[in-house]
């Protein structure tokens, strides 16, 4: 038996570190032999949904199409590491629900002052200013996941150490056991 692919679905604000520790924690796997693949939320919209706008049903159906491909990628044995707002609670069970194979829910947590610290493109500050409609955590919604499999805190957290909270995570969890490929 080969061991299956899992989803680690990490899901914060917009510039709260989920790209970064997506590929801190895919660095980490890889190393050890696991075959990952990183889903960028922005990267997916760009090349799958390039008409999606930013309502409620256009998120939910660039969650959705996240969810599928990682879906198709963990189905074959691949580590998927989601990194995507997923702004709305209902997208982010939905894909739970029917993704089939083992998925951890990351909430990377970050102050919202920290978040416009960060924000070298100003996208808060126009949010703030009303220039930006539909923006998540200003104008938008964000619906913090209740109960997620880890909880990180990347205003306080170095990126190492969130990731060592997400590897141990799948380790307690036994879905790190096997590598792909490895027979028992």
């Known amino acids: 038996m080969t061991s299956t692919g899992l989803i680690v679905w990490l899901t914060g ?9 997506a590929h801190a924690v895919a660095d980490v796997l890889v190393a050890r032999g ?8 922005d990267e997916v919209r760009r090349h799958l949904g390039d008409e999606l ?3 409620k049903q256009h998120r939910d159906t660039n ?23 997923s702004p709305y609670r209902s997208a982010r069970d939905e894909v739970r629900r029917t993704c089939g194979t083992p998925f951890v829910e990351v909430h990377v947590d970050c102050s919202f ?3 416009v610290r960060r924000d070298t493109k100003g996208l808060y500050g126009r949010a703030l ?8 955590g200003v104008s938008d919604p964000y619906e913090p996941p ?11 957290e170095t990126v190492a150490g969130s990731s060592d909270k997400i590897i141990a995570a799948l380790e307690e969890r036994q879905l790190l ?8």
């Open 34 to 41: 696991h075959r990952v693949e990183v889903l960028d939320g």
């Open 113 to 115: 002052e920290e978040l």
């Open 53 to 55: 706008g930013f309502s």
């Open 146 to 156: 209740v109960a997620p499999e880890v909880h990180v805190h990347s205003d306080s």
């Open 177 to 184: 056991a096997l590598r792909c490929g490895d027979v028992e």
């Open 63 to 85: 969650v959705r199409r996240i969810g599928y491909v990682a879906h198709l990628l963990s189905r074959n044995g691949v580590v998927v590491i989601a990194a995507a707002i």
């Open 13 to 21: 604000l917009s510039g709260a570190g989920k790209t970064t520790l």
């Open 129 to 136: 200013r009303g220039e930006i409609q539909n923006f998540t």
